[in-house]
């Protein structure tokens, strides 16, 4: 199987400067396009930062972090970007039309075997190739926050994806580090953010019932089901409980557990007051530029503790 080289990352925001960083450490060769010549000048930063985290936590030496970023070059243009690329990898504003459109205009300026890659969270890849001449190379490769940290990448090709694409791409992503896995259908939102949906729906209608506080709701979930899912997966741990015990609790609990298609109250209530989170300061709990860093400083270095146990496993 030929081996991927050359890869063009578009978007360089919050996931794609990691996906880049990925393959840039992978010893791919990238280069990256964002509109925001804002976000152009600070990526290669963002990336240093993120490889000396890492290196700290044990992931890399420092002698390595200055040959991964010479691997990585910002353009100017989208054109300039794409030239030559193997892969493309667009990482940009989750929206159909701007996503399609990118398409379109990409599959003009590479060549016939050049894989489009979309990192979209929701879309079928089938809508966002509907308009190519080529829909064999077009595919998702839904990567999680952080890009560069954590191991899985979903696979989802379309009834018109070719297999060598399909096959070169999951053979890259195993090369630079990850852990792939590849969807057999195309379903809306794929595979792991229906299972967080499911799940979100339910603890956001635990917080608005007053069942618990959101500090309480969180470190019960750290604790148990995240504690465990962290070493063995949902359907070993059922295998372990017993299956006919999950299917008592289950008929138990599954009319009392919320079912319908309502946005929860406390997520409708926080998107109409503009509270959106950490990027407006304010979402389910309050941030400041400064707990800002240091939350995410401390998220990455729990999550490098977990994927040094994930490779050990």
Known sequence: MSTIRNIAVLGLGTMGHGIAQAFAVGGRHVTGYDQSAEVRGSVAGRIEQNLRTAARAGFGEEAAIEPALARFRVCE???????????????????????????????????????????????????????????????????????????????????????????????LLRRVGKSPVQLKKEVPGFLVNRIQIAMLREILDLLDRGVADPEEIDRAVKSTIGFRLAAIGPLEVIDFAGLDVTASVFENLVTDVRSDRQLPAALEQAVRSGRFGVKSGEGIYRYTPETVQKKVSERDRRFLALLQMFHQG
């Open 77 to 171: 243009t989208e054109a300039e970007a794409v030239q030559g690329a193997e892969l493309v990898v667009e990482a940009v504003a989750e929206d159909l039309e701007v996503k399609r459109r990118l398409f379109s205009r990409i599959e003009l300026q590479v060549s016939a075997e050049t894989i489009l890659a979309s990192n979209t969270s929701s879309f079928p890849i089938s809508d966002l190739a509907a308009d190519l001449s080529r829909p064999r190379q077009a595919l998702i490769t839904h990567w999680f926050n952080p890009p560069h940290i954590v191991p899985l990448v979903e696979v989802v090709p379309g009834e018109k994806t070719g297999t060598k694409a399909v096959e070169t791409t999951m053979d």
